[in-house]
């Protein structure tokens, strides 16, 4: 049964410890988490929006076999600089594609992404078809339908209106209480995984109040793809093998809502293995982490 908050005080136990390394990325200091064996085989991750690296910990306690894990935050998350100028979706692109080069240089890798990232990783592979050797999609399956404004004056007109507000954290008076928060966003996860996500993913501020890492402003990114023909002509030049694991309940207004939306863009990417993990929201990684763990293990190795 899951333990609520007030019937325990402990985090979440944790298997392999991580750390973590700083690379300069276009302007901007990266954070780096690394788990398992220096020189093992590499795996990369890469986490979703309002999220960090850290978020992949209990995955990477299921793995069975020995990896080199590198997870990095992404600009404007985690423990890498915010962005003065704003988050645009080709940031992010241009960012791995800076830090692949850095970290593995001509050595084709597996990437694993949540969400954002594993949006960032499908395009990825499409502009860098040579560099990437798998990739794997948790939950992540392009642009929510409707939510990519195809015009071009739309776009930038939206970015211009962006820049003029500054967004702000909401701010918690304990670290519990971020961890309900947590909770509340997703009622499968359990107390002692929340209290460890809310324990590294906040920082104490000069007012005793704590705040979530990621730039509050990163909400307000625009995509550079404006339409799903584009995302479309990028993710038909993958070489590598696609796994895509889906949740089995759904946000508004998904692709996974849309059957023939999903098999328009498995054809795109030629995915060749698809899987639904039953009773998963949206962070599969955090309500089946045995089974994605299981999942990527089977796909990659």
């Known amino acids: 049964m899951q333990t609520k908050p007030g019937q325990a005080e402990t985090s979440y136990c944790i298997r392999n410890e991580s750390r973590c390394e700083t690379f300069l990325v276009r302007g901007l200091t990266y954070n780096v988490r690394r788990w398992g064996r220096e020189g093992a085989e590499p795996l990369m991750l890469l986490h979703g929006t309002q999220d960090s690296s850290i978020t992949f910990q209990f995955v990477v306690d299921r793995l069975s076999g020995e990896w080199d894990i590198f997870a990095p935050d992404w600009r404007g998350h985690g423990y890498s600089d915010w962005a003065v100028g704003g988050y645009w979706f080709h940031d992010f692109v241009a960012d791995l ?10 050595h084709a890798i597996p990437l694993v992404g949540h969400s954002l990232g594993g949006n ?6 499409g502009l860098r078809p040579k560099h990437i050797s798998h990739v794997v999609s948790l939950d992540g399956f392009g642009p929510l339908m409707n939510a990519v404004p195809a015009e071009a004056k739309t776009v930038l007109r939206m970015g211009l209106d962006g820049a003029k507000g500054a967004r702000q954290h909401r701010t918690y008076t304990t670290v519990k209480d971020a961890a309900e928060r947590l909770m509340q966003a997703n009622p499968r996860l359990q107390w ?16 005793a109040k704590y705040r979530w890492l990621f ?12 339409s799903l ?6 993710w038909s030049d993958i070489d590598a ?3 895509w ?8 207004n998904a692709p996974t809502n849309f059957p023939e939306v999903m098999e328009q ?7 060749a293995r698809r899987l639904a993990l039953p009773d998963t929201g949206h962070n599969i990684h955090h309500d089946a982490p045995d089974a994605v763990a299981v999942a990527i293990e089977q796909f990659v190795c």
């Open 215 to 226: 730039d509050p402003t990163h909400q307000k990114t625009i995509p550079t793809l404006r």
């Open 229 to 234: 023909d584009e995302w479309h002509s990028i």
């Open 265 to 271: 863009r498995a054809a795109a990417m030629r995915v």
């Open 192 to 207: 002692q995984h929340a209290l460890f996500l809310a324990m590294r993913s906040t920082r104490l501020g000069d007012d």
């Open 241 to 243: 093998p696609v796994c």
């Open 97 to 106: 594609d800076n830090l692949r080069d850095q970290l593995f240089q001509d």
């Open 120 to 125: 960032i990783a499908g395009v990825y592979a």
């Open 245 to 252: 694991l889906a949740s089995t309940d759904h946000r508004p």
